[in-house]
Nanobody, 127 residues
Framework: QVQLVESGGGLVQAGGSLRLSCAAS????????MGWFRQAPEKEREFVAA????????NYADSVKGRFTISRDNPKNTVYLQMNSLKPEDTAVYYC????????????????????WGQGTQVTVSS
């Protein structure tokens, strides 16, 4: 079992930055790829970024490439999402998630591959 708690959300002006954190409990965190997803009002939850269990590989949605960076600190059981050059369209509830499979080599963006989810943290970007 993996339990996840996100933090770091808030209100920021367009062009600003935020750093989200996701603290995990459970012994298998370091063996699982981790992902960040987001859900805006009346929209489907969408993939943002993912990182492999070893941090050797990461993937990003096209909409955030070059602006967001995912990272992890396995000894601290924490995954991060650094968000720069924020835009109003980045406004959403952001969720971190842990892969259902251990030691997956390439982190994936499909929601169905993630079994463990946090409660989410709100990010609001004003224009």
């Amino acid at each position: 079992q993996v339990q996840l708690v996100e933090s770091g959300g808030g209100l920021v002006q367009a062009g600003g930055s935020l750093r989200l954190s996701c603290a995990a409990s459970g012994r298998t965190f370091s063996t699982r790829a981790m992902g960040w997803f987001r859900q805006a009002p009346e929209k489907e939850r969408e993939f943002v970024a993912a990182i492999s269990w070893s941090a050797g590989t990461s993937n990003y949605a096209d909409s955030v490439k070059g602006r967001f960076t995912i990272s992890r600190d396995n000894p601290k059981n924490t995954v991060y999402l650094q968000m720069n050059s924020l835009k109003p369209e980045d406004t959403a509830v952001y969720y971190c998630a842990a892969d259902s499979q251990m030691y997956r080599r390439v982190p994936v963006g499909a929601r169905d591959n993630y079994d463990y989810w946090g409660q989410g943290t709100q990010v609001t970007v004003s224009s």
